[in-house]
């Protein structure tokens, strides 16, 4: 079981490694696509990513309400207690 520090330091180590985002500008309110410049096509890369993490399978539909790194962790969240 991961707790949500565990979840948001993942998300993050996944946005600096392979966004090349800044680590300072990766804050629980920060909109992924306002803030942290991802597109569509980032978007998809990071469900794959976070698949790849959690070894479970995230639908589209779970993610499209996501706009905040706080509403992946909680959507992860979510997912790993299932």
């Given amino acids: 079981m991961q707790n949500r520090e565990q979840i948001l330091a993942m998300l993050t ?3 600096v490694d392979e966004f090349e985002i800044e680590a300072e500008a990766i804050t629980p309110e920060a909109n992924l696509y306002e803030e942290l ?7 998809v890369d990071l469900v794959i990513k976070l698949q790849q993490m959690t070894g479970k399978k995230i639908q589209p539909d779970e993610f499209k309400s996501v706009r905040t790194v706080n509403d992946v962790v ?3 969240e979510g997912l790993v207690k299932d």
């Fill in 13 to 15: 180590t996944i946005l």
């Fill in 37 to 43: 410049d991802l597109d569509s096509i980032d978007a």
């Fill in 74 to 76: 909680n959507a992860i």
